[in-house]
């Protein structure tokens, strides 16, 4: 797959860099890097690391103000759900980040630019290019348009109410609706032992009402209840 260019990478970031080369090193997985004979240019893990002190901080920043009168306990489980791999990647996709990694032959042929590990770790990639080149405010300016969409499904939940599971949130949902029970479906598992993906779809009396792919059945299980509960909005 050829790379899209800095210019178009920049377009579908929304951010232009003076130093492009942190842009080009956000989105280049080691996969790249170690086909590449000599060895050329970095890849983006070191810039993950730093991307999760950032997106800590901003996340962690907007929860206080969001929620003047949670406890501690409330804004860290808050915290981790905001931060966490499957609504990071999720993020992602919206960024149509996927179609921007430069990936090596090995993750090409093993729909690298669809795992929600890649993209999330390439999403945290991102924060930190933005923050080296632009500083703090940059960064935060980039995270809350990002994340944007968590953020307001957070506050139209209540803050609090989001702390139960997606899974035991539309069973709820679906038991006052319904008077039965949801079922979870596997219908797809792919990849190697150790990197397998699960597809699951949610049914209710026949019908899919969400789909949900993940590392784990029981994460594949989450998000499918996430997108039916969002269509019942």
């Not at 969001?66 to 996709?93: I, W």
């Not at 690298?112 to 930190?128: H, Y």
């Not at 209710?204 to 996430?226: P, T």
Request: glycine share 8%; charged share 25%; aromatic share 6%.
């Amino acid at each position: 797959m050829s790379h899209p260019s800095t210019e178009v990478a920049q377009q579908v970031v929304g951010y232009v860099f003076r130093d492009p080369a942190l842009l080009d090193e956000a989105l280049t997985h080691k996969s790249h890097v170690n086909e590449v004979k000599p060895k050329q240019g970095k890849h983006n893990e070191r810039l993950e690391f730093l991307g999760d002190a950032a997106l800590t901080l901003v996340v962690s920043e907007r929860l206080v103000e969001m929620f003047p009168d949670s406890t501690e306990g409330e804004l860290s489980k808050f915290k981790a759900r905001l931060v966490s791999e499957p609504l990071l990647a999720g993020a992602a996709r919206r960024l149509d980040l996927g179609a921007l990694l430069r990936l090596g032959r090995g993750e090409e042929l093993t729909q690298g630019r669809e795992k929600p590990s890649l993209l999330a770790n390439a999403l945290e990639a991102l924060v930190a290019a933005v923050y080296l080149d632009g500083g703090l405010e940059a960064a935060r300016r980039f995270i809350l348009r990002v994340l944007e969409q968590e953020f307001q499904e957070l506050q139209s939940h209540g803050g609090p109410a989001l702390l139960q599971d997606y899974k035991t949130r539309f069973q709820e949902w679906c038991q006052k609706r319904y008077d039965t029970l949801p079922h979870y479906r596997l219908v797809k598992e792919v990849g190697p032992d150790h990197q397998k993906t699960f597809e699951v779809h949610l049914v209710v009396n026949g019908d899919v009402l969400g789909v949900g792919v993940g590392r784990s059945k029981k994460e594949a299980e989450q998000m499918a209840a996430r997108q039916a509960l969002a269509q019942t909005n």
